[in-house]
């Protein structure tokens, strides 16, 4: 069984710019969620893909967008980006299920904007 | 709106002594909860949730729809409890988790 793993794990990026952080699913998982964790924080939601379309959004702009490919990896997009999306991006995946609620998630990828 | 509350950012706690972790909740169905631990230099895990009733590593949770709580207990501590524990609430049908700021949690020797 593969765990979730995401690329890259650090990254440098200036504000103004755009970055793609990506995701592999847990073999046998059909959704990811995609989560940013600021210092000191919890994790908090951004969205959820499930069968390639947006399943739920959290209070996050629309410059932050995302993509589900049909072997279930996905991309999360952050447009313009600002000082205050430093943070780790934190990637799960599950089962979609409506009495589910266990998610895997991968190691992060710890975003720095300058 | 729903929100997940733990009250103590770090708590220290002798090896061999009982282990509490708070967390309160605010939602106006019936959510679900969760308990995830982080392990120095580890991915975020399930630790235990509600539904399921169980004990694991020792650490069970009971939810008190009342005080609107779900404490994490473990009668005693074992240095390799030493993580970051969060609390999390779903609402049935949406796999949306919502986490606590998290406990660092810390077994002295």
């Known amino acids: 069984e593969t765990g979730v793993t995401q690329s890259p794990t650090h990254l440098i990026k200036t504000r103004g710019q755009q970055v793609t952080l990506r995701c592999s699913s847990q073999?046998?998982?059909?959704?990811v969620s995609w989560y940013q964790q600021a210092l000191g924080q919890g994790p908090q939601f951004i969205f959820q893909?499930?069968?390639?379309?947006?399943?739920g959004r959290g209070n996050f702009p629309p410059r932050f967008s995302g993509l589900q490919f049909p072997n279930y990896s996905s991309e999360l997009n952050v447009n313009a980006l600002e000082l205050d999306d430093s943070a780790l991006y934190l990637c799960a995946s599950s089962l979609h299920s409506r009495a589910s609620g266990e998610q895997y998630f991968g190691p992060g990828t710890r975003l720095t904007v300058t | 709106a729903q929100r997940v509350t733990q009250p103590e950012k770090l708590l220290s706690v002798f090896k061999g002594a009982p282990v509490e972790l708070k967390c309160n909740y605010s939602?106006?169905?019936?959510?679900?909860l969760f308990w995830y631990v982080q392990y120095s230099r580890q991915r975020l895990q399930l630790l235990l949730r509600h539904i399921s009733r169980e004990s694991i590593k020792g650490f069970t949770a009971d939810l008190n729809k009342g005080e609107t709580s779900f404490h994490l207990k473990k009668p005693f501590a074992q240095e390799e409890d030493s993580a970051m524990y969060y609390c999390a609430l779903m609402y049935f049908g949406n796999e949306k988790l919502t986490f606590g700021t998290g406990t660092r949690l810390t077994i002295i020797p």
């Open positions: 893909y499930y069968r390639e379309e947006e399943n």
């Open positions: 939602y106006s169905g019936s959510p679900e």
């Open positions: 073999s046998g998982h059909n959704t």
